[in-house]
């Protein structure tokens, strides 16, 4: 039967009743990174849980915390891994949020691998604040002419909008890169 008022639930609890709290469904959704304004941080900043604002989101606690915990978060939200994830108050608006998931541990990059707590013992000195590295399309590189338009797969190549260094690049990325904007491969590359 369902309880009907608090006074009620104070007579019936005793020692042997079960009390139960349930694991929420972690989802796709259930993540969110905002920036220090708490909107939305494109993939870098504060973690949140169960919530997508900070009107109605949580934080996560470091405890357990790990790489493993990154690559699951940041791919379940989408992202192609991680490049650093660091804990602490950084945000002014960390204060008013409540922490809402601790322990997280995984074992792997997958989050099917993750185990974790919605109980907390955290201060916001442990919130996890995360860099997540957005998954590559062939939509993130672009190739522009000397006037910046359409270099039509010769001249400067771009990654979101801005330059590719160099280093480490080799005929390995030039025939990737070439591959993921659809053309069968490249002639020559220079810096």
């Not at 791919?75 to 891994?81: S, V």
């Not at 860099?131 to 590559?136: F, L, Q, Y």
């Not at 939509?139 to 771009?158: C, H, K, M, P, Y």
Request: charge should be negative; charged fraction near 15%; include cysteine.
């Amino acid at each position: 039967s369902l309880i009907r008022s608090k006074q009620w639930y104070q007579r019936r609890v005793r020692g042997e009743d079960v009390h139960l709290n349930c694991v929420p469904e972690v989802t796709s959704s259930s993540f969110t990174i905002v920036n220090e304004a708490g909107g939305d941080g494109q993939g870098r900043g504060l973690l949140l849980f169960n919530g997508q604002t900070v009107f109605n989101g949580q934080t996560v606690c470091d405890d357990y915390f790990s790489d493993n915990s990154a690559t699951a978060i940041c791919g379940l939200m989408g992202y192609n891994g991680f490049q650093s994830w660091t804990y602490g108050e950084q945000f002014g608006i960390q204060a008013s949020l409540y922490i809402g998931l601790d322990n997280v541990a995984c074992s792997s990059g997958s989050w099917d691998s993750c185990t974790f707590r919605t109980l907390e013992n955290c201060g916001h000195s442990e919130d996890v604040h995360l860099n997540c590295v957005p998954e590559v399309t062939s939509s993130s590189f672009t190739i522009v002419n000397e006037a910046g338009g359409d270099g039509q797969g010769r001249g400067l190549l771009l990654f979101n909008g801005q330059t590719v260094c160099d280093d480490s690049f080799s005929d390995n990325s030039a025939t990737a890169i070439c591959g993921l904007m659809g053309y069968s491969g490249f002639q020559s590359w220079t810096y």
